[in-house]
């Protein structure tokens, strides 16, 4: 596609529930990252795809994240018993090669009530 | 943990003023890019640099990255509403590893 395709664009889920992100980069781009972002925030790094080595894991923040990137394309973040301190703004990212510039989605807004 | 600093936090102009915003870090950059981001949307990518002492211009945007490639600074000529977002600078220490964001500084520009 034209750009990085996020989904859903909202989630609000309860307390306890699993949940589902999931990133469409561009075509053609082997490096893909998660980043997460807190109201009025930084970005943190979460997980980086690249081609078909081990993905970078060394952000995730507990072991209730996990990320899968199937056939080098679509990427799926699940956020298993979420807290209300996973509430953010998660956005994805690829680019051509790991020293390019980045291309954004516009990020899926999760918030844990 | 190599981290990233930005200054200032926040600013708020009028329309016409000149800026700069910082971005630095006690490490050497292997590179390091800037990036603007509105709200609602993912950040877009302005620059990359790479070289000690490079500077590019973007229209009125001009990015200069430090001799010692530990620090950058971003210039805006006549700021525009059109700026007002949030500045955030990203370095990499390696070649090959995932960049690492600064906190950013939201500019405010006032027509």
């Known amino acids: 596609g034209a750009g990085v395709s996020q989904s859903p664009s909202n989630k609000v889920t309860e307390k306890g529930k699993d949940v589902e992100l999931r990133c469409d980069p561009i075509s053609g781009h082997t490096a893909l990252y998660w980043y997460r972002q807190s109201l009025g925030q930084g970005l943190e790094f979460l997980i980086y795809f690249q081609g078909n080595s081990a993905p970078d894991k060394s952000g995730l923040p507990s072991d209730r994240f996990s990320a899968e990137r199937t056939g080098g394309s679509v990427s799926t973040l699940t956020i298993q018993r979420t807290q209300q301190e996973d509430s953010a703004v998660y956005l994805c990212a690829s680019s051509p090669r790991d020293i390019d510039g980045y291309t954004f989605g516009s990020g899926t807004r999760l918030t844990v009530v | 943990t190599q981290l990233l600093e930005q200054s200032p936090q926040f600013l708020s102009i009028q329309e016409g003023e000149n800026l700069t915003v910082y971005c630095n870090s006690s490490?050497?950059?292997?590179?390091l890019q800037w990036y603007r981001q509105e709200p609602g949307e993912g950040p877009v990518l302005l620059v990359t640099v790479v070289t000690g002492g490079e500077v590019k211009k973007l229209k009125r945007l001009t990015f200069q990255f430090g001799d010692a490639r530990k620090d950058s600074s971003l210039h805006i000529t006549a700021a525009q509403p059109g700026d007002t977002g949030l500045y955030l600078c990203?370095?990499?220490?390696?070649?090959?590893?995932?960049?690492?964001f600064g906190p950013g500084t939201r500019l405010s520009v006032l027509p």
């Open positions: 490490s050497v950059f292997s590179s």
């Open positions: 990203a370095g990499e220490w390696n070649y090959g590893q995932n960049f690492v």
